[in-house]
């Protein structure tokens, strides 16, 4: 067993340990059959999410308000909060644990062709594969307790829960790839 | 002259034939100083922007309808549009081709302290580093000229501004550090 393997072992163990049930349920089978292979582990995972947060926007100085890694209904941007409330979308994000350089690259190569915007995070100790879409919205929604959206939330909320469908279509797209 | 000396005297040649002038004035100091050492060159950059656009939100099907590499004004968020016309800001990103994967890491090393999501777009034949910045803005503002924001043009135009403003900032402690 080498190093890579080892780490694997690892890292494996550790988070059957501390983090069953947190995983995202949707990503499951993804990052199952990628565990499989012997050149590869994943280490963190996002299938996608829609949260209101407000603070300064920085993962460390934000408050997250309400998430949901499902279709919304339209109750989901109900809030009352004093400051700015910002809904936002994020995509679809995976990073991966690979072998060597030569299996990062084998990978990227595969996945690019529907996430472009994949790339190497780490090439020196570690060598880290991110695979990521590049959806999103960010926008103001209440500044004091005043809504600033002047559409219906019935629209807003379709507009989110299809962009929340088409990152879970292509995750599924991505896992007959990965297969 | 080796391979990559050789692919970046052609490429700075051909930039500077058809693209001098097109080059973001704010981000050239930036892409001056890396030029210069003899193990980079930069391939593409954009300092941040925001812009105003309508159809289906992927590069080839969005008609971009107005853009700022500036700080905007009020009046740039008015215009009269069927369908939906949305709102986006968008980071600083340059892509830098590397001698080999040594020089590319301790690049990497370097400007995670102020870019964390840099990464390694290529390492195959072209070693390619991407810098970029998180900093991001995507709202629906019009649906068929109806305005879908509501609160002041005024708030928007300093929030986008200000936004700007921290992106450029960041570059010049970039400028510094790569110096």
């Known amino acids: 067993m080498d190093y890579f393997d080892n780490n694997k072992k690892t890292f494996l163990a550790k988070l059957d340990k501390s983090k069953k049930g ?20 994943t ?33 989901f941007f109900q809030i009352k ?10 995509d679809f994000i995976l990073h991966i644990a690979c072998r060597n ?3 990062a690259n ?32 960010e926008m103001p929604l209440y500044e004091d307790g005043k809504l600033l959206f002047n559409g219906s939330f019935s629209w807003l909320k379709k507009e989110i829960n299809s962009r929340l469908k088409s990152i879970w279509k292509k995750e599924k797209e991505l896992g007959k790839i990965i297969k």
Not at 49 to 56: N, Q
Not at 81 to 90: A, C, F, I, P, S
Request: aromatic letters at 8%.
């Open 22 to 41: 947190e995983v995202d349920q949707r990503i499951l089978p993804l990052i199952n059959s990628l565990n499989a292979k012997s050149d590869f582990y």
């Open 43 to 75: 280490t963190s995972s996002c299938s996608g999410r829609v949260y209101l947060w407000k603070g300064k926007g920085k993962k460390n100085e934000m408050i997250w308000l309400r998430t949901s890694h499902d279709l919304i209904k339209e109750d």
């Open 81 to 90: 909060e004093k400051g700015q409330v910002w809904l936002r979308l994020e």
């Open 101 to 103: 350089l030569e299996t």
């Open 106 to 137: 084998l990978l990227l190569e595969r996945v690019r062709k529907l996430y472009k915007k994949s790339c190497i995070l780490s090439a020196s100790n570690k060598i880290l594969v991110e695979i990521r879409g590049s959806e999103f919205v």
